[in-house]
């Protein structure tokens, strides 16, 4: 086991929907999350004023496993108006990175669910990404449905990824997943627990692999979070519509 994803905890950028401003405004944490700094800022180029910014950097104990989304039994991680930017299917070479300059140009941060595969194929893209300072952490190695495969396979795929990844990030990835399809057996739940990796459902889908229009993505979103108030929202990095949704919607 690769010592990393044996560290107690990693980190995950939560932003707020609306910050007033870039200074940290942290409520009493959650149990499950420590209260950190502010992700590093970026590029000095880059005025964060009026930006979306990061609200604070919540640290998730990932001893013992942990799942989070709505899917899953209540586990407090985010304050009302907060909410974590996830973008899966990546790192793709083109709208990865023009999700990431979006990103850039409102100071805030993701989380990305890189498939094994793509992370091969294209390694820089994903160096970029966490140099920029969003969190990395795995979705398989080919994306395959872990509903229907054989407990063997499926920890084939979730290692073959988890290893190719600490092959191409300097950081490391982070003991975090996400199934494929939300398609999530107990059997396999169980085995990430024992690895100590957190499991990240969603709470407000975008539907970005439904409708390929950037204003229908930017609707289910906003739509999405009236109802909710908070959550962790599910993108994708592979759709040239999700890369042209993100600034409007960050804005
Ligand atoms: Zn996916």
């Known amino acids: 086991m690769k010592k990393l994803l044996l560290a107690a905890a990693l980190m995950l950028?939560?932003?707020t929907a609306r910050a007033e401003?870039?200074?940290v405004k942290v409520n009493a944490p959650p149990e499950s999350a420590v209260a950190?700094?502010?992700a590093p800022a970026k590029a000095s180029t880059i005025?964060?004023?009026?930006t979306l910014g990061v609200s604070?950097?919540?640290?998730?104990?990932?001893?013992?496993?942990?799942e989070y989304g709505e899917q899953y039994p209540p586990k407090p991680l985010l304050e009302k108006g907060e909410v974590v930017l996830t973008f899966d299917d990546g790192p793709h070479p083109e709208f990865t990175r023009q999700i990431l300059d979006a990103l850039a140009a409102q100071c805030t941060k993701a989380t990305f669910f890189?498939?094994?595969?793509?992370?091969k194929e294209f390694p820089?893209?994903?160096?970029?990404?966490?140099?920029?300072?969003?969190?990395?952490?795995?979705?398989?190695?080919?994306h395959r449905n872990l509903g229907g495969a054989s407990m063997g396979q499926a920890e084939q795929q979730i290692e073959s990824a988890i290893n190719i990844a600490e092959a191409t990030l300097p950081n490391g990835v982070a003991p975090f997943f996400r199934f494929p399809y939300l398609s999530d057996p107990q059997r396999v739940r169980d085995y990430l627990a024992k690895r100590n990796i957190a499991v990240f459902g969603i709470d407000v889908d975008s539907f970005d692999w439904r409708w390929r229009k950037p204003e229908k993505v930017m609707h289910n979103?906003?739509?999405g979070l009236d109802k909710t108030g908070r959550g962790i929202i599910l993108f994708h990095d592979i759709h040239g519509s999700t890369a042209k949704a993100i600034p409007a919607l960050l804005a």
């Not at 005025?47 to 009026?50: E, V």
């Not at 160096?127 to 300072?133: D, F, K, S």
Request: charged share 20%; aromatic share 0%; net charge negative.
């Open 36 to 38: 950190g700094e502010t």
């Open 56 to 66: 604070r950097v919540a640290e998730v104990d990932t001893a013992g496993g942990g």
């Open 114 to 119: 890189h498939v094994g595969r793509m992370l």
């Open 221 to 223: 979103v906003l739509s």
């Open 13 to 15: 950028a939560a932003a």
């Open 124 to 142: 820089d893209v994903a160096r970029q990404v966490q140099a920029e300072g969003h969190t990395v952490g795995t979705h398989t190695h080919t």
């Open 21 to 23: 401003d870039n200074v």
């Open 47 to 50: 005025d964060c004023a009026d």
